[in-house]
Nanobody
Framework: QVRLVESGGGLAQPGGSLTLSCAAS????????MAWFRQAPGKQRELVAV???????DYADSVKGRFTISTDNAKTAVRLHMNSLKPEDTAVYYC?????????????WGEGTLVTVST
């Protein structure tokens, strides 16, 4: 089993910064991708940022230049550094890990952490 525990959410002012962290444990020996998704009230869950096993990163257009995804060398943690926050960044942020299992990729999710951007 895989366990993902997020931390770092909270309240930030517009223009401020927050860093989200996700600690991964369990059967995580063959991680393919680590990512952050978010879901705002009344909207579908969307990909925010992803980092692949080889280190390539990709971002949603709405966060490019403001957010940075990173992992530790052991790939037991993934972080999302969020700068220049906007009210529209308000959402529940979910950690996601894709793990290769028998030629397929299993997706695992954390429980989410709330980020609120407001004055």
């Amino acid at each position: 089993q895989v366990r993902l525990v997020e931390s770092g959410g909270g309240l930030a002012q517009p223009g401020g910064s927050l860093t989200l962290s996700c600690a991964a444990s369990g059967s995580i020996s063959d991680i393919n991708t680590m990512a952050w998704f978010r879901q705002a009230p009344g909207k579908q869950r969307e990909l925010v940022a992803v980092i692949a096993n080889g280190g390539r990163t990709d971002y949603a257009d709405s966060v490019k230049g403001r957010f940075t995804i990173s992992t530790d060398n052991a790939k037991t943690a993934v972080r999302l550094h969020m700068n220049s926050l906007k009210p529209e960044d308000t959402a529940v942020y979910y950690c996601n890990v894709g793990i290769v299992v028998a030629y397929s990729v299993m997706q695992y999710w954390g429980e989410g952490t709330l980020v609120t951007v407001s004055t």
